[in-house]
Each structure stands twice: as C-alpha cells, then as structure tokens.
T-cell receptor, first 117, second 111 residues
Framework: DSGVTQTPKHLITATGQRVTLRCSPRSGDLSVYWYQQSLDQGLQFLIQ???????AKGNILERFSAQQFPDLHSELNLSSLELGDSALYFCASSVAIAASGATDTQYFGPGTRLTVL | AQRVTQPEKLLSVFKGAPVELKCNYS??????LFWYVQYSRQRLQLLLR??SRESIKGFTADLNKGETSFHLKKPFAQEEDSAMYYC?????????????FGQGTILTVHP
C-alpha cells in the first residue's frame, strides 16, 4: 500500500453528467499528479499540483479541472461527460518538485474506474 | 517533445527463460527513466529507476543514451512476474516531475 487513497473506487454515470474524483496524498507529500488510463490512449498525464498551485498541465480537456486544497488533498472534476471519458483515473503523489537533482518517486493510488453510459 | 515507445504490447515466455522488455525514448536533454509494474487489479508500483542502478526482484535496466533505450531484463522469469510493465520518462524544466509513459507491455510467464 503506497498510502495514496482515492475515492470512489468505481463510478458509473451518464453522458452529460459531472463527477468529482478525490485523492489524498501520502502524509508529507506536497505534489499531486493526475493520470488517465484508457485502452486506446494508454496512461496519460493530466495535471500536476504542488502545495496548492498548478505546476504542469498535460493532455487535460477543458471540460476537466482540478484543484489541490490546503490540506493537500486534490479533486479532479470531470464535466459534460462523454462515452470516451470512461477510463481509470490515477492519482499519484511525491514529496516535492525538486528544483534540481533527481525526480521524486511518484506513489500511485488504486485508481477510480469511471464508466460513462 | 518527450516520447516513450514500448514496441511489444504482449510478451510471453516460459518460467526460467530470460526476458527482455524493450523501451525506447525520445527526449532532448538528460531524462530520468523508470519502470513501473502493475499486477492484476493492483496499483502501479515503481520497479526501478535508472539513477539508483539497483536490481529489484531480479530485474535490471541499463540506460543506453546512444541508442536512447532503457530495456528491462531478467535472466530467469518467474510466474509471479506476470503483469503489465510500463516504461516512463521524466524530464527537466517546466515538465519536471511529470511522467510520460509508454503504452505498456503485458508480460505472461507460463509454467
């Protein structure tokens, strides 16, 4: 167990709806990352937060948004859902963003499986 | 742009046979390379990273900058090695910390 928790484990919803996925990082980790894993696109980086601030953006759709709260947990909001948004959404955390030196190891949560019907 | 390519989607070997999972990358600069493993119904776990140069569960990987490769090797595969393996790259600068993953290779080790 990496210590990263994600809720819910499974989510089934309809097209056009909005959902919120939640992630709690490991104790002491300041950075949170969101990834999407789908059959056709593989594992893709969506967005990164560090200590409450957005630090990097990947292939994240405009319909998706995220934030990191003062207690360092993070939420990924997905709106106007489409069938193609069905995927496994992973959160990962690391200690920090290193200004220099080695990349911090990212620890992954168990994922939230989103099914859009 | 950074890219990771794992040319084999599926790889099957017999128990005790050597196994090599291929990974090639594209990055202008000095990347950091990782191998992550995902066992059935479990979360991604870091298997190893090139800077630590360690061997985990008998797996090793050497970064070959000339060939831009980071192949994962194990001399004698075990059934419990069956899993999905992802090669990943982290760059520096504004993309620092973000991981770019390959498409993954499903390794099946037959008894």
């Amino acid at each position: 167990d990496s210590g990263v928790t994600q809720t819910p484990k499974h989510l089934i919803t309809a097209t056009g709806q909005r959902v919120t996925l939640r992630c709690s990082p490991r104790s002491g980790d300041l950075s949170v990352y969101w990834y999407q894993q789908s059959l056709d696109q593989g594992l893709q980086f969506l967005i990164q937060y560090y200590n409450g601030e957005e630090r990097a953006k990947g292939n994240i759709l405009e319909r998706f948004s995220a934030q990191q709260f003062p207690d360092l947990h993070s939420e990924l909001n997905l709106s106007s859902l489409e069938l193609g948004d069905s995927a496994l959404y992973f959160c990962a955390s690391s200690v920090a963003i290193a200004a220099s030196g080695a990349t911090d190891t990212q620890y992954f949560g168990p994922g939230t499986r989103l099914t859009v019907l | 742009a950074q890219r990771v390519t794992q040319p084999e989607k599926l790889l099957s070997v017999f128990k005790g046979a050597p196994v090599e999972l291929k990974c090639n990358y594209s990055y202008s600069g000095s990347p950091e390379l990782f191998w992550y493993v995902q066992y059935s119904r479990q979360r991604l776990q870091l298997l190893l990273r090139h800077i630590s140069r360690e061997s985990i569960k008998g797996f090793t990987a050497d970064l070959n900058k000339g060939e831009t490769s980071f192949h994962l090797k194990k001399p004698f595969a075990q059934e419990e090695d069956s899993a999905m393996y992802y090669c990943a790259l982290s760059g520096r600068g504004t993309s620092y910390g973000k991981l770019t993953f390959g498409q993954g290779t499903i390794l099946t080790v037959h008894p």
